[in-house]
């Protein structure tokens, strides 16, 4: 390691100070315990900064993200929804956090309570046998639903099926969950409508399909109205549904991927069961399995009898995918989410999400190029403006919209256009809300053709201008620098 006198931190002047330790107690040979391998040669290069500018400092910086609490987040197939405080509120209670994932279960009731009913509600949501909740994440779940597709297969000595067929509209999570899975990836085309083209999914059912993954509504937010058929043909294969639950918004309480015909799928209890998310989690996985898999479903797996709850391990079971029984904090939040709104209201989120996605749709088609006409679900995508003439681009308008205090939805995805630009609304944002998007929408369009210099320079008002993202993510500076402006070797 290389010496330096001090290392630069932006508010830190020597020898202030905002903490004064308590004098040290220990006695010497304590220290003496410590490897010499690892006891510090060198100074740490803390900054020296006084109570008030660290308080400001990390209050400045809050004050700069964005978030659902601060403004409208339209992000396209990740639900960005506004969350009740009471979830936030029922999670934090001591009696839940204080929890130990090593106690042993009679003394943790309530806990394990809440994760069976949790699971329960959520079979009876999906239309399904039953759930786990043990996976971490979306593309987790994705995986351990693929595994249990895998494990069904082999059970039954059916091993020339280890190829997946994905459409080329899908999340990219599915086909790499099920190249992680070893399986092999089978692409099937979509129609001009953005739905599966049923005649070029024919031809791909043999003896060697394991299953097909498809999302209802799809990555466009199409509902597949052909999606009785393509269960039909595929179960006749001999294959399995899965269903990628990242679109389940628009379905709560309308109708159930298990009615559909699917076979495995995992839920996004972050999204849309009401998690914050942003950042990259925390996230939770439950898979829901048809009764044919409950078998397979991973350990440990909790059950009831009487009034007691308990942990067994299933002897067909795909094995452990996660480190005890999943996020429990998340499984709060959710838990906490349906018992507010109840199986009365709960068909209200598909209704609203569908409302809110085809309002704005219809409010600015004359603005953007919409490439797939007719209703939509809970999000839809424009293939950037309508008039391009100018040169503005998807990300230009991304950028526009970061001046006006609205986050960007998701641009250049889904890859079936070339200026995708995909809004969802969610369920939870007011009507006046959404007027001013569309106002803004509208605003950045015209701007686009009559002042475009304006545009493709955005942003102009945040506090960091548009960045060279290339560079940023190719040589990213991850630590403050030394006097002589050099990365400090480590």
């Known amino acids: 390691?290389?010496?330096?006198?001090?290392?630069?931190?932006?508010?830190?002047?020597?020898?202030r100070m905002g903490y004064s330790l308590p004098e040290n107690k220990l006695p010497?040979?304590?220290?003496?315990?410590?490897?010499?391998?690892?006891?510090?040669?060198?100074?740490?290069?803390?900054?020296?900064?006084?109570?008030?500018?660290?308080?400001?400092?990390y209050t400045n910086i809050s004050n700069r993200n964005f978030g659902l609490d601060t403004g409208f987040y339209p992000l396209g197939s990740c639900t960005m929804k506004y969350n009740p405080k009471i979830n936030e509120e029922i999670a934090a209670l001591p009696a839940f956090t204080s929890l130990h994932p090593l106690?042993?279960?009679?003394?943790?009731?309530?806990?394990?309570?809440?994760?069976?009913?949790?699971?329960?509600?959520?079979?009876?949501?999906?239309?399904?046998a039953a759930f786990t909740l043990n996976p971490f994440a979306g593309a987790h779940g994705e995986l351990a639903g693929l595994m249990i597709m895998k494990q069904y297969h082999?059970?039954?000595?059916?091993?020339?099926?280890?190829?997946?067929?994905?459409?080329?509209?899908?999340?990219?999570?599915?086909?790499?969950?099920?190249?992680?899975?070893?399986?092999?990836?089978?692409?099937?085309?979509?129609?001009?409508?953005?739905?599966?083209?049923?005649?070029?999914?024919?031809?791909?059912?043999?003896?060697?399909?394991?299953?097909?993954?498809?999302?209802?509504?799809?990555?466009?937010?199409?509902?597949?109205?052909e999606i009785l058929e393509i269960a039909g043909l595929v179960h006749a294969a001999g294959g399995l549904l899965y269903y990628d639950g990242?679109?389940?918004?628009?379905?709560?309480?309308?109708?159930?991927?298990?009615?559909?015909?699917?076979?495995?799928?995992?839920?996004?209890?972050?999204?849309?069961?009401?998690?914050?998310?942003?950042?990259?989690?925390?996230?939770?996985?439950?898979?829901?399995?048809?009764q044919r898999l409950v078998e397979y479903l991973p350990n440990p797996q909790i059950k009831k009898e009487g009034d007691r709850y308990f942990f067994v391990n299933g002897k067909d079971a795909i094995g452990s995918v996660s480190g005890f029984a999943g996020n429990f904090g998340v499984m709060m939040r959710a838990y906490t989410y349906i018992l507010s709104l109840g199986k009365e209201n709960l068909r209200q989120v598909g209704e609203l999400a569908t409302l809110s996605a085809n309002y704005i749709k219809e409010s600015l088609k004359e603005y953007y190029e919409l490439p797939i006409k007719g209703i939509c679900k809970h999000e839809f995508v424009f293939d950037g403006l309508a008039d391009k003439s100018t040169g503005v681009t998807t990300l230009?308008?991304?950028?526009r919209l970061l001046d006006h205090g609205y986050h960007a939805p998701t641009i250049y995805f889904p890859m079936l256009f070339h200026q995708s630009i995909m809004i969802e609304p969610t369920e939870t944002e007011s009507?006046?809300?959404?007027?001013?998007?569309?106002?803004?929408?509208?605003?950045?369009?015209i701007e686009a053709i009559e002042d475009p210099q304006t545009v493709k320079t955005a942003p102009h008002t945040t506090p960091v201008r548009r960045l060279d993202e290339t560079t940023a993510a190719r040589k990213p500076i991850l630590r403050y620098v030394d006097l002589l402006n050099d990365t400090p070797e480590s």
């Open 431 to 445: 009507l006046e809300t959404m007027d001013e998007f569309i106002e803004v929408m509208k605003k950045i369009a």
């Open 246 to 290: 990242a679109n389940l918004n628009p379905l709560l309480g309308q109708c159930r991927p298990g009615d559909m015909g699917f076979d495995i799928m995992h839920i996004n209890l972050h999204k849309t069961f009401s998690t914050p998310h942003g950042g990259g989690g925390p996230g939770s996985g439950p898979v829901g399995v048809a």
């Open 103 to 128: 106690q042993p279960a009679e003394t943790a009731q309530g806990a394990l309570e809440v994760y069976y009913n949790l699971s329960q509600s959520l079979a009876e949501i999906a239309g399904l």
């Open 1 to 15: 390691m290389k010496q330096y006198d001090k290392l630069i931190f932006e508010l830190s002047k020597k020898g």
């Open 154 to 225: 082999m059970k039954r000595g059916d091993l020339k099926r280890t190829k997946v067929i994905v459409p080329n509209s899908a999340h990219g999570t599915n086909p790499a969950s099920a190249m992680v899975c070893g399986m092999d990836v089978v692409e099937v085309q979509s129609t001009p409508e953005g739905t599966i083209d049923v005649e070029a999914l024919k031809p791909l059912l043999d003896e060697t399909i394991a299953g097909i993954m498809m999302t209802n509504p799809n990555t466009l937010g199409i509902f597949e109205t």
């Open 396 to 399: 230009d308008i991304a950028k």
């Open 28 to 57: 010497e040979y304590s220290f003496k315990a410590i490897p010499v391998a690892l006891q510090r040669s060198l100074e740490t290069g803390l900054p020296e900064v006084s109570e008030p500018e660290v308080v400001r400092h």
